[in-house]
């Protein structure tokens, strides 16, 4: 099941601030773990989907990428958000 318009609005209202905020780190980066939590539970099904194991690799790289960004514009943002979100470190 994809991500509903509303789900997405959401999450951009929690963690983005408001519904139109979508461009906000701390939104992206939950946008991008609700999609990493859905093709995780689709690959467990199935193993052999090797696109769908393709976008999830992307989808961690660039989630990485923005943490790293959060982290060095921010600390006490990243740190809020990683505890938040039940990311690790």
């Known amino acids: 099941m994809q991500l509903t318009a509303e789900s997405k609005k ?3 209202k929690k963690f983005g601030g408001a519904e139109t905020n979508t ?3 701390e ?3 939950a946008m991008f773990t609700e999609r990493i939590n ?3 539970d689709h690959l467990k099904g199935q193993r ?3 696109s769908a194991e393709l976008s999830l690799i992307k989808l961690v790289g ?3 990428s923005l943490l790293n960004y959060l ?3 921010d600390i006490f943002k990243y740190r809020a ?3 938040e979100l039940g990311l690790r470190k």
């Open 38 to 40: 859905h093709i995780s």
């Open 62 to 64: 660039k989630r990485r």
């Open 71 to 73: 982290a060095h514009q």
């Open 10 to 12: 959401q999450i951009f």
């Open 27 to 29: 939104a992206q980066v």
């Open 81 to 83: 958000l990683i505890k």
């Open 48 to 50: 052999k989907d090797k």
């Open 23 to 25: 461009g906000s780190t």
